[in-house]
């Protein structure tokens, strides 16, 4: 096999897209990255719709935030966060998609 004819990563690439699919993984972060990926919401806001605590959605958004997958803005004393990159959004769709045609025994696209 001839190395110089086949494309690889770099080892910071690697780590990266390791590093979203961790985030994927995790149910909690996926039920709140498609919760945001319809709307921006508020930590009460998100609780509240998924039935999980305040400091356990806090901590997870902590996680997805340091990954640069959703950011916030402050407005007066309360932060709104939204989806950082349409792109993990678009693999998260295509997930879903993908899971639930399986659900239905649907033929893939």
């Given at each position: 096999?001839?190395?110089?004819?086949h494309?690889?990563?770099s080892?910071?690439?690697?780590q990266?897209?390791?590093?979203?699919f961790?985030?994927l993984?995790d149910?909690?972060?996926?039920?709140?990255?498609?919760?945001?990926?319809?709307?921006?919401?508020?930590?009460?806001?998100?609780?509240?719709?998924?039935?999980?605590?305040?400091?356990?959605?806090?901590?997870?958004l902590s996680?997805?935030?340091?990954?640069?997958?959703?950011?916030?803005r402050?407005?007066?004393?309360t932060?709104?966060?939204?989806?950082?990159?349409?792109?993990?959004?678009?693999?998260?769709?295509?997930?879903?998609?993908?899971a639930?045609?399986?659900?239905?025994?649907?033929?893939?696209?």
């Open positions: 096999m001839d190395r110089s004819s494309a690889f990563l080892e910071e690439t690697t990266n897209v390791s590093s979203i961790k985030a993984a149910p909690t972060r996926l039920r709140i990255l498609y919760l945001l990926s319809q709307e921006e919401c508020s930590v009460s806001h998100i609780s509240e719709v998924l039935s999980l605590s305040q400091s356990a959605i806090s901590h997870q996680f997805l935030r340091n990954l640069r997958l959703v950011k916030y402050r407005s007066a004393n932060m709104y966060y939204s989806c950082d990159d349409e792109h993990v959004i678009s693999l998260l769709t295509q997930a879903i998609e993908h639930e045609c399986d659900q239905r025994g649907g033929e893939h696209a």
